[in-house]
């Protein structure tokens, strides 16, 4: 998206990288996070990608694994100057095929069955340097494989260095040249020692140094924000008190000082106090002074009427943008004559790197199931080289890693720990059209629900927590009168990706007193539910 920008002293030029070819398995971003907590880093690009389009030398490639098959004519295969490069190269599963593939067509069949689960490898020694793959791992462990073709036999100049009851070729290496191939995926926690084999090609043998650490990458990354930025320009940055946000605000900050503008966008359907608590804590813990732009009305009359999920989305979307923009405007007026006079470049957004996986798979752009108000939503005009220019420090990490440089910034623990809060806040928890008086029957019970998971002391168990609101209403009983009131649905989910969640588990009685309190304390409801489905098939959020 950033393409114009991304490109000064990006991670991969200043530490050494494994590059992975996705070929769409659905572990492949699993690869890079292993090498990362190995301290190795590693960057993904789909399968396709021409080698003469590198501005950069990995110190060695993965292959990841694939649906397709290689021997169907609509395949995807790597370029063959990937094998000319001259850096060590290990192929999992598909990648294995794909290696044995190209040696000799013949060599990659459909098995007789799919091997899908648990499987014993062995090691084999055949002397040189194809035992490094599996140094370490000599004694037979449990590995996971996920497969239905198989290589039919062994490419030429290859040699097998590990088997399973199933696979006669679980790991092949080349005698001579650093390739190697293995059947099963180390990546995926089942595979009891994959860790271990992964450092093996990394770091024995590619080489790579394990210096990818946050402190290290504050470093460089504050250093590269104040090339890019240079001795005049000034940064608008979307700040929601949310952790990505944040991280990224404190990086900014500690890279370019006061020509850092924190802009909190009030949208109308934040939650109780919630921007004015998000001011104060910037301010006492980080020292970044955040405006706090009220576009409550505007939000709230652009939404009356609107029921669609999508529509609401959108239209908040382009509001905000509409917002920073005329913020950028005043900003850049109110510098006139200053010492920090100088044009507003730069957008500053808290993007971290499943987004951007997302959008550069070799699988392509999956459906839209809900379209996130932030990434790949802005306008073009925001893009065209005469807008702001989006700057995305953390577009390389996981959700965990800016966690953990959050902490290396000095963010304190609760704000780190916070649970996740979307952009279109709560007009995406209540369910058809959004009014003043629905966002506050939400934001009454959301309190109450998020105050009593922290007195419970189990805040930290689940990932995300909210009260939503369903817009029909249910009858109840009240000191003997009829009530008509809205239902409220509690979520609370526990995730590591946000991919897929499951619902928390809540201690029944602890429930019952929510509901209880929920019902007594906020006007207008007559009910309260919990959802307990798990995503897929539903989402974390309502709408
Ligand atoms: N009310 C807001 N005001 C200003 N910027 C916002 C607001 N809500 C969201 N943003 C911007 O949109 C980006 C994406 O929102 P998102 O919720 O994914 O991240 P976050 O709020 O920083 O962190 P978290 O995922 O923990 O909530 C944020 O990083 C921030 O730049
Ligand atoms: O900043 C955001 N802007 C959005 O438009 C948006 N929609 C969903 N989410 C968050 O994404 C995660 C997955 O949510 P869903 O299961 O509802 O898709 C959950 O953490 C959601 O809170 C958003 N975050
Ligand atoms: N997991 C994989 O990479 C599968 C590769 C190939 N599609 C097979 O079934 O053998
Ligand atoms: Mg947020």
Redesign the pocket.
Known sequence: MAAHIEEVEAPHETFDTILILDFGSQYTHLITRRLRELNVYSEMLPCTTKISDLTWKPKGIILSGGPASVYDADAPHADEKVFELGVPILGICYGLQEIAWRSCKENVVAGDAREYGYADVAALRVGGPADRLFEGMEDASQVWMSHHDKLSKLPDGFATIATTPNSQFAGIAHMEKQLFGIQFHPEVTHTIRGKKLLENFAVTICGAKQNWTMSNFVDQEISRIRKLVGEKGQVIGAVSGGVDSTVAAKLMKEAIGDRFHAVLVDNGVMRLNECQQVQQMLQEHLNINLTIVDGSKRFLDGLKGITEPEKK?KFIGNLFIDLFEEEAIRIEKAAENTPNAGKVEFFLQGTLYPDVIESISFKGPSAT??T???VGGLPARMMNGQGLKLIEPLRELFKDEVRELGRQLGIPEDLVMRH?????GIA?RIIGEVTPERVEIARKADHIFISMIKEAGIYNEMS?AYAGVDTNKAVGVMGDNRVYGYIIILRAVTTTD?MTAEAYEFDFALLRKIATRIVNEVDGVSRVTYDITS?PPG???LE
């Open positions: 989305r199931i809900k996130h108000h932030n996740p809060f979307p952009g279109p995406i995300q946000f995503k989402t974390i959020e």
